[in-house]
């Protein structure tokens, strides 16, 4: 079975610190992704990678940066974090092979800027 | 810019009846339909997905209708049971290899009432 895991399932901050939010997956996955799911707004793509040390934008980049320095790592990254960014965040990784290439989800970190 | 848009948001079923969430879509270039399932607590899973080749797709109580002439799809859960109370996201991909963006719609909370 595909095991996607994140570091934390809760994380509070203050407004200003940068936060870190890690994510790793166990199948060899090419792709890893970092969403944020806000109720009424669905699951909404902030990053994704495709390759070690790639990246790609996603709809919602702004205020955000990853890194991905191995294969099955990649890193969220909030420089300075805002009451704005409170929110639920999801990482899902795939294999890349194919169409029909299912995403995989870990169980999401919720975090709170106060 | 909601790319693919979902109703309901909510949906309270009893127990026995069929649930029916509703996706439309504009970007022509979608050719893969998948559904996910989304518990408390726990990240998203793959339900069930469909090619727009296939007018109808079912696994067990789960069948995604495919109209690609309207561009719209929908997910019909019968006999619909407490268990099935989840969040529900209809999401939709193109293009063929390479990272495989996936765009979700905003999703649907479902309950279902014995």
């Known amino acids: 079975d595909v095991k996607v895991t994140q570091s934390s399932r809760y994380l509070v901050k203050r407004t200003g610190e940068k936060v870190f939010l890690e994510c790793v997956q166990d199948?060899?996955?090419?792709?890893m992704f970092w969403y944020r799911q806000d109720p009424g707004l669905g699951l909404r793509l902030i990053y994704f990678?495709?390759?070690?040390?790639?990246?790609e934008k996603g709809d919602i980049p702004e205020g955000y940066s990853v890194s991905r320095e191995k294969k099955e790592r990649f890193s969220l990254i909030l420089e300075s974090a805002s009451t704005n960014q409170t929110s639920m965040y999801l990482c899902?990784?795939?294999?890349?092979?194919?169409?029909?290439?299912?995403?995989?989800f870990g169980p999401g970190t919720r975090l709170t800027v106060l | 810019q909601q790319q693919v848009k979902q109703s309901p948001q909510s949906l309270i079923v009893q127990k026995g009846g069929i649930s029916i969430i509703n996706c439309a879509y504009e970007?022509?270039?979608?050719?893969?339909f998948p559904w996910y399932q989304q518990f408390p607590g726990k990240g998203p899973a793959l339900l069930i997905a469909?090619?727009?080749?296939?007018s109808e797709k079912k696994e067990g109580r789960f069948t995604i209708s495919f109209n690609k002439s309207a561009k719209q799809f929908s997910l019909h859960i019968m006999d619909s049971q407490p268990g099935d109370s989840a969040t529900y996201f209809c999401?939709?991909?193109?293009?063929?290899?390479?990272?495989?963006?996936?765009?979700f719609g905003i999703g649907t909370k479902l309950q279902v009432i014995p």
């Open positions: 970007n022509t270039a979608f050719d893969y």
């Open positions: 899902a990784s795939s294999s890349g092979q194919g169409m029909e290439d299912t995403q995989y």
């Open positions: 469909i090619r727009p080749d296939v």
């Open positions: 199948m060899d996955h090419e792709n």
């Open positions: 990678s495709y390759d070690v040390k790639m990246k």
């Open positions: 999401a939709a991909k193109a293009g063929g290899w390479g990272y495989q963006k996936v765009t």
